[in-house]
T-cell receptor, first 113, second 109 residues
């Protein structure tokens, strides 16, 4: 598969637990983006990586959210002490660089109960 | 603050009729504007961006800086156009896209 892959596709967790969401970008894409989409809303920017570094993390809502991309490929979005308000679809996208088309994954639906 | 407004949550159009999906934006500077589409059970994908000035699947969009609008148009709707459409803007390239809330377009056969 040549597309952006996100795992798991669905995640149900209890309030207060820790979760990790994984994104496998298209091979060779240096730019990677995380978005969050709540019901009835458009995607909301979280963080943008260029290579291994977070070029812009201004969309992370608070310090419970953290993302890494240690080798410049796979990225993991980490959420500590989950809250019911964190329930949403988390989308990952990648692009060759910041100016070319970004390709989205199918998303991870996170439900906090 | 940057903002994208899509005033219509739902839009139904008969097959063969013209389509216009409205998008207005607020941004201090010169933004880049995009339209993204999500077909049923498929991923979000780029439809077009204003800097490329292309027509994709018969759709066009013109950036009107005076009216701060980027409406999406197609002269003759087709059934396969039924989808969710999102307007988005950025200050530069793909960085930090701001999306509207989307318009669900339904083409009536």
């Amino acid at each position: 598969g040549a597309g952006v892959s996100q795992t798991p596709s669905n995640k149900v967790t209890e309030k207060g637990k820790y979760v990790e969401l994984r994104c496998d970008p298209i091979s060779g894409h240096t730019a990677l983006y995380w978005y969050r989409q709540s019901l009835g809303q458009g995607p909301e920017f979280l963080i943008y990586f260029q290579g291994t570094g977070a070029a812009d993390d201004s969309g992370l809502p608070n310090d419970r959210f953290f993302a890494v991309r240690p080798e410049g490929s796979v990225s993991t979005l980490k959420i500590q002490r989950t809250e019911r308000g964190d329930s949403a679809v988390y989308l990952c996208a990648s692009s060759i660089d910041r100016n070319t088309e970004a390709f989205f994954g199918q998303g991870t639906r996170l439900t906090v109960v | 603050a940057q903002r994208v407004t899509q005033p219509e949550k739902l839009l139904s159009v008969f097959k063969g009729a013209p389509v216009e999906l409205k998008c207005n934006y607020s941004y201090s500077g010169s933004p880049e504007l995009f339209w993204y589409v999500q077909y049923s059970r498929q991923r979000l994908q780029l439809l077009l961006r204003h800097i490329s000035r292309e027509s994709i699947k018969g759709f066009t969009a013109d950036l009107n800086k005076g009216e701060t609008s980027f409406h999406l148009k197609k002269p003759f709707a087709q059934e396969e156009d039924s989808a969710m459409y999102y307007c988005a803007l950025s200050g530069s390239g793909n960085e930090k896209l701001t999306f509207g809330t989307g318009t669900r377009l339904t083409i009536i056969p």
